[in-house]
């Protein structure tokens, strides 16, 4: 019987708080603004990925890779990955920031210090391309920095990066080793 009652309760009210909810609630033209904007927004970035564009290696230590990412076609991020036995490093730049003088910098926990270093060349943007340096730690007391002209050249379909006046897929570094352990040190790259 309570059921009964309350149901013909709710029936009866029903168009009562429909009217109300009708009348207080007021759809205007926001949402589908803002749903819109969105639909924008995850189309620039879809449109815009990542493009890895070369690894990144240091022997009997771990990898990595250089990547862009590319908004409209114009690179606009640098971002260093690197992976070794102490976890992931990740660190990004825009390109502006880059150009105004902030450079990626890799250290590493048990030697401190600045061991790895991309900044940007002497002239950083030219035509369709950016210059870039690598410079590498090969000495702590005193600190002493070896430097390599690094050039990524092309378009988000095909970046290439140029180092040594040839087609680099491969940055591989080789560590300074002192009592079978890494001295924080590099001493040779190779571009492949």
Excluded at 79 to 103: S, W
Excluded at 107 to 122: A, L, M, R, T, V
Excluded at 160 to 176: D, H, M, T
């Amino acid at each position: 019987m309570k059921s009964n009652l309350f149901m013909m309760i709710f029936t009866l009210s029903l168009p009562l708080i429909l009217a109300h909810a009708n009348e207080s609630c007021v759809v205007n033209d926001v949402i589908p603004s803002n749903v819109t904007n969105l639909t924008k927004d995850l189309g620039k970035i879809s449109s815009g990925l990542y493009k890895d564009i070369t690894k990144f290696k240091v022997e009997l230590d771990g990898e990595g890779k250089l990547s862009v990412f590319y908004e409209n076609g114009e690179p606009k991020i640098l971002k260093f990955t690197y992976r070794n036995k102490n976890g992931l490093t990740v660190i990004q730049r825009t390109f502006d920031e880059i150009e105004q003088g902030k450079k990626i910098a890799y250290e590493n926990d048990k030697k401190p210090g600045e061991s790895i270093i991309f900044e940007k060349g002497s002239s950083f943007k030219t035509n369709n391309s950016f210059n870039f340096k690598l410079s590498i730690r090969t000495s702590i007391k005193p600190v002493k920095y070896e430097s390599y002209p690094i050039e990524l050249k092309g378009n988000e379909q095909s970046p290439l990066v140029i180092a040594n006046r040839k087609q680099c897929k491969v940055i591989a570094l080789s560590p300074g080793v002192s009592f079978l352990s890494w001295d924080g040190t590099f001493k040779k790259v190779d571009f492949k």
